[in-house]
């Protein structure tokens, strides 16, 4: 599927207009009802120039949200509380995929069964630092979850926590409590590790 550099056109490759009666070719994708997620790439319909104008002109970005959902959307702030792909910590690793570089979405779902194959293979076994203290697959497994890597140190790992904890923390975040797994992950993570013989 190629894009019209400027019109959002894409080449048919003889698909119709998904309005019933229309005869032209259905060059310009809108939403359909499945979004984009870790099941699929979603469904799209397919319009005419015509049928894609009025599609978009009845179109309610809102619809089905309550007043303070819309309110947030609508907020200067809205986006801004979530990271891109490409400045996570996991670099989107276990994200949705990106169904749009793959030609069969079983592609995609290959890809990342192999990949969860293969990281929980290697974390199963124990690892050596560059001071020679190894580390055991559960606490290779506690750096993932702090962000550190295999050769941090004990003051590393200290202000690691203390900046995960400034984030997660209701007490420190204004209240949110929508982190509160990922609090008690960091904090059994630390645990875990300040006790552990290459943090001594």
């Known amino acids: 599927m190629r894009p019209d550099k400027f019109h959002g056109r894409c080449e048919s490759g003889g698909r119709f207009c998904d ?11 809108a939403p359909g009802h499945l979004p984009s997620g870790f099941d699929g790439p979603g469904d799209y319909h397919w319009f005419c120039l015509d049928h894609v104008r009025q599609f978009n002109a009845g179109f309610d970005f809102f619809e089905g949200m309550s007043s303070e959902e819309i309110q947030r959307a609508q ?3 809205s986006g801004w509380d979530n990271e891109t792909r490409a400045f ?12 749009a570089d793959f030609a069969d979405p079983l592609d995609a779902i290959g890809k990342r069964a192999r990949r969860f194959r293969n990281t929980a293979e290697a974390a199963n076994q124990s690892q050596t630092r560059s001071d020679g203290r190894p580390l055991t697959g559960d606490e290779r497994r506690a750096l993932d979850e702090l962000g550190l890597p295999i050769d941090a140190d004990r003051k590393a790992l200290r202000n690691r926590y203390a900046k995960m904890l400034r984030r997660f923390h209701p007490d420190h975040n ?18 875990l590790l300040r006790k552990a013989d290459a943090f001594r």
């Open 19 to 29: 309005r019933p009666g229309c005869d032209e070719l259905g060059e310009f994708r």
């Open 75 to 77: 907020s200067p702030l």
């Open 88 to 99: 996570r910590a996991t670099a989107g690793i276990d994200s949705v995929p990106r169904w």
């Open 174 to 191: 204004g209240g949110n409590r929508s982190h509160e797994a990922r609090l008690r992950a960091v904090v059994d993570a630390y645990q």
